[in-house]
């Protein structure tokens, strides 16, 4: 399942409640995209060549190390 955010428009403003669930999301989305970004500075993901199976549980357990070691 995709989550989306709300939009606002010029003519639609958002209201308090589509503000703050866009708030939680982006929340949510930051560290990933952190965990994604320590990935391509250590160049894992161009090196990858082994079973998509595989690599999804080697970049799960990067980013457990990752965030362990952003944590510290």
């Known amino acids: 399942m995709i989550v989306t955010g709300f939009h606002a428009s010029r ?5 308090a409640g589509q503000k ?6 982006a929340g949510g989305r930051a560290p990933v995209g952190h965990g994604f970004a320590h990935l391509k500075n250590w160049r894992i993901l161009a090196k990858l060549r082994i079973d998509p199976a595989r690599a999804t549980q080697l970049l799960r357990a990067l980013l457990v190390l ?3 070691e952003v944590n510290r």
Do not use: F, I, S
């Open 11 to 15: 003519t639609h403003k958002l209201a």
């Open 20 to 25: 703050d669930a866009n708030r939680v999301l």
């Open 66 to 68: 990752t965030n362990l």
